[in-house]
């Protein structure tokens, strides 16, 4: 699944979403993946997102993507409701799999379900899965993604393209085998995706002063950054070779020829951090056991710089239309 281009997202869909209402302090925005509501003495963030891009434990990746979008705002989530939709009305062992998975993501982040909804479809060809998940602020001051200033550093946690590279390896296997890739391989893959959720470090870093924070999903870091920076009006610049990337993701990459910059990533999180509080920052993810990598600066301009072997080559695009996983499904259809 990919996204809309941001040119058809500006003709149809958010020319239909103003609202006036004085309690909407958040509502629907590109590059900011959560709405603020102002309830009470409180404010509600709330973020809706769908996963059909995975087959295997695609319940308990859907709530760890959900909750992990709330947590870049700093607020910790709190509540979900997943829609599970399945291909066919037979189809209850799926069904009971994938509501089981939810349940366990939802006891590792500590969330609790509320609601929500399941049905068949014969209109689909493997299972759909949506959450929203929910958090109060409870005095916080919610991050937005417009937030990082020239001079900052940008922090990049455990590693890119780790998602896109495990559901490769679970629901691409036959294909990661004709590949050259070898079980071992697979099986150091598929580990990548305990690493999906970003909630612990998110809520960390911008206890600390983060500016700004965004989880690495469709599109890859690249277009995390390209995003950031539009949202921020700057330019960031990235050092290629302090990229962390795991060394499987590599061998994945150069099987099925993908770019680990583009491919999805729920689990990574971008951040940018003050100069000043870099050194807190990494006292706490190491005390914390996130491993994560400083890769580059905020700078005046526009788009995203990548330095590699003294060449830099400038991004200004915005593609949240495109993402290396989705062009594995095209290259590769799958069914469950």
């Known amino acids: 699944m990919s996204k809309f281009s941001l040119e058809v997202l500006r003709r149809c869909v958010f020319p239909f979403v103003h609202t006036e209402d004085p309690d909407v302090l958040l509502g629907a925005a590109f590059g900011e993946d959560v709405a603020l509501t102002r309830v009470g003495n409180d404010i509600l963030v709330s973020h809706l997102d769908p ?20 947590a870049t705002t700093g607020i910790p989530p ?15 062992a799926l069904l009971e799999r994938i509501m089981r998975d939810v349940s366990q993501a939802a006891n590792e982040i500590g969330v609790s379900i509320i609601g929500g909804h399941t049905g068949y479809s014969a209109n689909l060809a493997r299972p759909l899965v949506a959450v929203t998940a929910l958090g109060k602020a409870e005095g916080r001051k919610p991050l937005r993604t417009y937030g990082a200033g020239v001079g900052d550093q940008v922090l990049v946690t455990k590693g890119i393209a780790i998602e896109g590279t495990a559901i490769l390896a679970q629901d691409f296997a036959d294909v990661a ?19 999906v959720s970003v909630v612990k470090e998110a809520v960390a870093i911008a206890a600390q002063g983060a500016t700004a924070m965004h989880d690495v999903t469709r599109g890859g870091l690249l ?7 539009s949202l921020s009006k700057v330019a960031i610049e990235v050092d290629a070779d302090l990229l962390p990337i795991p060394s499987v993701v590599s061998r994945f990459a150069d ?5 680990p910059l583009w491919m999805i990533s729920s689990g990574t999180l971008a951040a940018t951090v003050p100069a000043g509080r870099a050194a807190e920052v990494s006292r706490v993810l190491t005390q914390t056991g996130i491993p994560f990598a400083f890769v580059g600066r905020v700078m005046e301009g526009v788009g995203v710089h990548i330095r590699r072997n003294g060449e830099s080559v400038h991004y200004r695009d915005i593609r949240c239309e495109e993402d290396e996983l989705a062009r594995m499904w095209r290259l590769y259809p799958r069914e469950e």
């Open 177 to 195: 085998r004709k590949l050259g890739l070898s079980e071992n391989d697979l099986t150091e893959a598929r580990r990548l995706m305990t690493q």
């Open 51 to 70: 996963i059909v891009g995975a087959i295997g434990n695609i319940g308990w990746l859907a709530v760890h993507v959900a909750c992990n979008d709330i």
């Open 223 to 229: 277009e995390t950054l390209l995003e950031l920076a």
């Open 78 to 92: 709190r509540w979900i409701l997943p829609l599970v939709l399945v291909p066919r009305e037979e189809d209850e």
């Open 255 to 259: 099987a099925f020829q993908f770019d």
